[in-house]
């Protein structure tokens, strides 16, 4: 079993809609989770993160985390042309050093 | 204030040949990592450091090296590259564990080539 896991996709999803993207991760123990857009041949950029279970918004995108059920999602609200990216989801585990990223969704919005 | 950056940002190797990717911060970062990317796929942990002279392997260490003696700099070394080493390489810091408002920041990526 992987330890972060995402659907790779394409996610197509027209203009102005909600796209919704989900990540499960096998270590019960981590602490953060962390969701990364990459732009086709660019570096990861942090979009969010959040700790608590629950709800956190900022802007158009809102993350969710449920340990309980080890897994963490994003909605992009309001989808635009320019969220055409893959979204990386990451977790620092129970160790607490390092990042483990998952395989990533792609998405794509179409006008 | 540059950030993470690394250099080359392409190389082409052949087969059995060594090199060296060079990534530096001007953060004062403790945390530096380094991760590789193969197409479509997701960022694989190579090595990381928590600090100046400490180091430790990540995922996927094997083919690969690094040392750590000024908290700016964080080399890689490949010995006898492999076709399998085909890859992106990305350079993170990080002022502590990686959690909350010190996230990681990224270097531009080093994009290798083995033949």
């Known amino acids: 079993q992987k330890e972060v896991e995402q659907n790779s996709g394409p996610l197509s999803v027209p203009e102005g809609a909600i796209a919704s993207l989900n990540c499960t991760y096998s270590?019960?123990?981590?602490?953060?989770f962390f969701w990364y857009r990459q732009y086709s041949g660019k570096s990861p950029e942090l979009i969010m993160f959040i700790y608590s279970n629950g709800d956190k918004e900022d802007g158009r995108f809102t993350a969710q985390l449920n340990k309980a059920s080890q897994y963490v999602s994003l909605l992009i609200r309001d989808s635009q042309p320019s969220d055409s990216a893959t979204y990386l989801c990451?977790?620092?585990?129970?160790?607490?050093?390092?990042?483990?990223f998952g395989g990533g969704t792609r998405v794509l919005v179409k006008p | 204030n540059a950030g993470v950056t690394q250099t080359p940002k392409f190389r082409i190797l052949k087969i059995g040949q060594s090199m060296t990717l060079q990534c530096t911060q001007d953060?004062?970062?403790?945390?530096m990592y380094w991760y590789r990317q193969d197409p479509g796929m997701g960022l694989k942990l190579i090595y990381y450091s928590v600090g100046a002279g400490i180091t430790d392997k990540g995922e996927v260490p094997n083919g690969y090296n690094v040392s750590r003696s000024t908290t700016e700099d964080f080399p890689l070394r490949l010995e006898l590259a492999a076709p399998s080493q085909t890859s992106v390489y990305f350079c993170a810091s990080t002022t502590t564990r990686g959690g909350g408002e010190d996230t990681q920041y990224f270097g531009p990526g080093t994009r290798l080539t083995v033949l």
């Open positions: 270590d019960r123990g981590s602490q953060s």
């Open positions: 990451a977790v620092i585990g129970a160790a607490g050093n390092k990042l483990t």
């Open positions: 953060m004062n970062h403790n945390y």
